[in-house]
């Protein structure tokens, strides 16, 4: 599953992963309003991915800073799933049960 990032979630399902393949400005900009945060304001040329899987530095901002792919990245597993850890204190804390990345990783775990 390579379009999967460390979290289970289908990258191809992001809008910002969307907006950087094929949106338009508008498009970037909009999605810029709706993540800026007082804290962290945003411009369309944040919007801008290619998936959890690239650089650190070539990911939106707001990514960057991700436990789950961090912890995935210096375990050196493709995904959450194949942590003997999994599901992990932090999963359980931040994670619902019943999420599609959980209920996937899961899957992946019991070989499904």
Known sequence: MEDMAYCGYFCGQCPVYQASACGGQAEKERLARQYSTEKQPLTAADICCGGCK????????????CFIRACAEKRKLPHCGKCGEYPCAYWKAHIP??????????????GQ
Not at 54 to 65: I, S, Y
Not at 97 to 110: E, H, K, V, Y
């Open 54 to 65: 690239d650089k650190k530095e070539e990911l939106p901002v707001f990514c960057r800073g």
């Open 97 to 110: 049960a019943d999420s599609p990345s959980r209920i996937l990783l899961d899957r992946c775990r019991s």
